[in-house]
C-alpha cells in the first residue's frame, strides 16, 4: 500500500489554474505535517508550500498570492491536501512532490509521493 499519492498533474496555458492533491495513509496517534516540493529540471528542489498538524501553512515566495494549500482531515485513515494552483506561468513547470512528515507519539518517518508532472506552455 502507497502511503502517499499524488495526483492532478497536466499542462495548461500561462494563467491557468490546477488543483494537485495528496492522499496520506495515516495512523492514529501520530502528526503529520505535509508539503509539498518541486523540482525543476536542472535546478533544486524547493518547499513551495508546507501544512502542519495545527493547521499552520506557510508558502514559498514565489507562489504566495498564486497559490492555496488545504488540507481535509475528516477520514480517520486518511489525510488529503489539495494545492490549488491559479496565475501558473512557465516558471511553475516542475515535478511536484508531497512529503509527509510522520511523527508525534509515532516514531518520526519521511514520506515522499511518486510526484506529479506539471507543465505550463503556450
Known amino acids: 500500500q502507497e502511503h502517499v499519492v499524488e495526483s492532478g498533474g497536466g499542462s495548461v496555458q500561462p494563467g491557468g489554474s490546477l488543483r494537485l492533491s495528496c492522499a496520506v495513509s495515516?495512523?492514529?496517534?501520530?502528526?503529520?505535517?505535509i508539503a509539498w516540493y518541486r523540482q525543476a529540471p536542472g535546478k533544486e528542489r524547493e518547499v513551495v508550500s508546507v501544512i502542519e498538524s495545527d493547521g499552520e501553512i506557510r508558502y514559498g515566495d514565489s507562489v504566495k498570492g498564486r497559490f492555496t494549500m488545504s488540507r481535509d482531515n475528516a477520514k480517520t485513515t486518511e489525510i488529503t491536501t489539495y494545492l490549488q494552483m491559479n496565475s501558473l506561468e512557465p516558471e511553475d513547470t516542475a515535478m511536484y512532490y508531497c512529503k509527509v512528515d510522520e511523527g508525534g507519539e509515532c516514531r518520526r518517518k519521511i514520506y515522499w509521493g511518486q510526484g506529479t508532472q506539471v507543465t505550463v506552455s503556450s
Open positions: 495515516i495512523y492514529l496517534n501520530c502528526r503529520y505535517d
